[in-house]
């Protein structure tokens, strides 16, 4: 039996789990929101995903499906498979090698455009840097975790919709020490920050990223931290960023 509990959790660990749903509105707890699962509500075999396809990178204390998910899936679901990865920003070592499976099972061979908020964003630029993505989009992103995270540490909070609540430790964050951006400079790349933004000071972001080349850097007077892009004038730059030659 336990020979058998390896074996699952093995190939859990090793082969990302796609959650094909109709519904863009579960209740907070529901599997859907689980870390290491592929959030698909178009297809569940990859095979059947579009040429193009844009993957959703989410925040520190959130999953998908999100209202930034649903917003970008409503605006690209006619060109692109939208897809939302659902990973642990506390277990650095896991998360990577999900990242790697959903590569490996859901990527290669077609054009990808990885987008990412907050955490997500740091996700999304790394991520996108290692599997040479057509271009990467990031909304007031995370650049520098220890420092930035640095202020959660000790405490418990909560992720709303995986109905949780966790604790950060200093060892979770130090493990991003390790990870070193390595920039092609070839991807395009756009970066939209908010000078409001009440959870991280814009102007880090802004240092590391202006200047760049292949990278277009915006900053908006107002949008908060979580842009809604319902209505927010950034929506219209991200399609257009997105869909330009």
């Known amino acids: 039996m336990k020979i058998l ?15 094909a749903q109709s519904n863009l509105n579960p209740p907070f707890g529901d599997p859907a929101y689980r870390p290491f699962t592929v ?8 095979e059947h995903a579009r040429a193009d ?9 959130s ?17 692109h498979t939208v897809i939302g990865l659902n990973y642990d920003p506390l277990d650095v070592e896991h998360t990577r090698s999900f990242f790697d499976g959903v590569e490996k099972r859901w990527l290669r061979g077609r054009r990808v455009v990885v987008f990412g908020t907050s955490m997500g964003g740091f996700w999304a630029n790394i991520f996108g840097h290692q599997i040479a993505a057509e271009k990467i989009v990031m909304l007031n992103p995370v650049v520098d975790p220890p420092r930035q ?9 909560t992720n709303q919709r995986r ?17 070193k951006p390595e920039f092609r400079l070839d991807i395009p790349t756009l970066v939209l920050l908010t000078a409001d933004d009440e959870r991280l000071d814009h102007r880090l972001a802004e240092a ?4 760049r080349k292949d990278t277009t850097v915006a900053v908006y007077p107002e949008g ?22």
Do not use: C
């Not at 949780?164 to 130090?174: E, G, P, T």
């Open 224 to 245: 908060g931290h979580t842009m809604n892009l319902r209505n927010h004038p950034a929506r219209a730059a991200i399609v257009d960023f997105v869909l330009s030659n």
């Open 163 to 179: 109905a949780r609540m966790f604790s950060v430790k200093a060892s979770a964050i130090q493990r991003y020490e390790t990870i």
């Open 53 to 61: 396809i844009l993957v959703v990178f989410h925040g520190f204390r």
């Open 5 to 19: 509990f390896a074996v699952v959790a093995a190939w859990l660990t090793a082969v990302p789990l796609a959650l």
């Open 149 to 157: 995270l640095a202020k959660y540490v000790g405490e418990v909070t």
């Open 39 to 46: 959030f698909s509500p178009d297809v569940a075999d990859p």
């Open 63 to 79: 999953a998908v499906p999100n209202g930034t998910y649903k917003r970008i899936r409503e605006v690209f679901r006619e060109s």
């Open 208 to 211: 590391v990223f202006t200047g």
